[in-house]
């Protein structure tokens, strides 16, 4: 009887530490959402060296309109001032740098007047592209680590049970 529940407790945290391992892949992190508070860009997402236009609307006509671009390290890009069109919309543009690491962020920060007189802010947010299709990046442990650990995990158990059964088997030749 004990050795049954020796047997049965060894199977099952065999299975749960396979399962932890397995489950580990499932942190793997991935960008935040993006802001968009009026403000676009194109591309959303852009490559190293592309040229990015950022559009906006809702400024008063004829009005500045100040913007800056900073990357996710807080280095400014670019920045300046534009004027609002008759319609109250602005544009310009920056260049991503031609070192920017894919998942680099780029935020574009607008302010100016809205067409009712109040102060106004708007932002952005692109993302550098991912890495070419054919060349993915790495979004956790390798699987080759987690088989190895896994066939441990399960040689250990087998050993354990193997080593169980030659104990019980000695204790039932040493009755009889």
């Known amino acids: 009887m004990i050795s049954t529940v020796r047997r049965s407790s060894t199977v099952v945290l065999a299975l749960l530490a396979m399962l932890m391992l397995f489950a580990a892949p499932s942190f793997a992190q991935y960008p935040p959402a993006q802001a968009n508070n009026g403000?676009?860009?194109?591309?959303?997402?852009?490559?190293?060296?592309?040229?990015?236009?950022?559009?906006s609307g809702g400024f008063m006509p004829g009005s500045?309109?100040?913007?800056?671009?900073?990357?996710?390290?807080g280095a400014v890009i670019t920045s300046g001032t534009t004027t609002?069109?008759?319609d109250g919309n602005v544009s310009f543009t920056y260049q991503v740098?031609?070192?920017a690491p894919d998942g680099r962020s780029y935020g574009s920060v607008l302010s100016g007047t809205a067409t009712n007189g109040?102060?106004?802010?708007?932002?952005?947010?692109s993302t550098v592209a991912p890495a070419p299709p054919g060349e993915l990046p790495s979004t956790g442990s390798s699987s080759m680590t987690l088989g190895i650990i896994a066939g441990a995990v399960l040689l250990g158990g087998g050993l354990l049970v193997v080593a169980g059964r030659k104990k019980n088997d000695t204790k039932v030749d040493a009755t009889v």
């Open 39 to 55: 403000a676009s860009s194109q591309p959303e997402n852009p490559r190293p060296g592309d040229i990015v236009t950022v559009t």
């Open 64 to 73: 500045s309109v100040n913007y800056t671009v900073t990357d996710s390290t």
């Open 84 to 86: 609002a069109d008759a």
């Open 97 to 99: 740098p031609t070192d």
């Open 118 to 125: 109040s102060p106004y802010t708007t932002s952005d947010i």
